[in-house]
T-cell receptor, first 114, second 111 residues
């Protein structure tokens, strides 16, 4: 069983609202990631962190921001949600396995902005 | 990073082996081959990875050609629950830990 948790699983909000998607992992992993995926489309990396106080932007530009104050938490924030932010957001953390980097994903947060 | 090429879709019969091909002709010596799958809209699930040798675990087997330019993921006895998008990813062993997921192969297991 994956020990990475995302809340909320589903969120429907109005335009202009501030939202925070929570991601927590109990595995003590230093590396964490946020991916964005539209229905039927590819996953795109939007943020990642290799440790506390370390955050970087991913391959896809995103208006969201992230923070990493504690090892186990990697929340994602949208200051002012817009319909274009409607998507699924997937959080992951990773461990070293025989020299390879193996990701464990959460169940995702599906965001709908009206 | 080496680019991978996978067929967009494939069908297989329940109970039969599913053989999923992946081409990575530009792979370099320090790059791992990873396989993940994504069932419906759940988060992707790690399946297996390898560097040079063939690998097997409880989920699947990974066969890597001797020149490492292609690989095959084998699901030995496909079930309906194996219907998913399967991603083949090549990534170096380095301090850059990001994984990029392409389009993958949509595998449909039919009864």
């Amino acid at each position: 069983e994956a020990d990475i948790y995302q809340t909320p699983r589903y969120l429907v909000i109005g335009t202009g609202k501030k939202i925070t998607l929570e991601c927590s992992q109990t595995m003590g992993h230093d590396k964490m990631y946020w991916y964005q995926q539209d229905p039927g489309m590819e996953l795109h990396l939007i943020h990642y962190s290799y440790g506390v106080n370390s955050t970087e932007k991913g391959d896809l530009s995103s208006e969201s921001t992230v923070s990493r104050i504690r090892t186990e938490h990697f929340p994602l924030t949208l200051e002012s949600a817009r319909p274009s932010h409607t998507s699924q957001y997937l959080c992951a953390s990773s461990r070293d396995l025989s020299g390879a980097n193996v990701l464990t994903f959460g169940a995702g947060s599906r965001l709908t902005v009206l | 990073d080496a680019k991978t090429t996978q067929p967009p879709s494939m069908d297989c019969a329940e109970g039969r082996a599913a053989n999923l091909p992946c081409n990575h002709s530009t792979i370099s010596g320090n790059e791992y081959v990873y396989w993940y799958r994504q069932i419906h809209s759940q988060g992707p699930q790690y399946i297996i990875h390898g560097l040079k040798n063939n690998e097997t675990n409880e989920m699947a087997s990974l066969i890597i050609t001797e020149d490492r330019k292609s690989s095959t993921l084998i699901l030995p006895h496909a079930t309906l629950r194996d219907t998913a998008v399967y991603y083949c990813i090549v990534r170096p062993r380095s301090n850059d830990y990001k994984l990029s997921f392409g389009a993958g192969t949509t595998v449909t297991v039919r009864a």
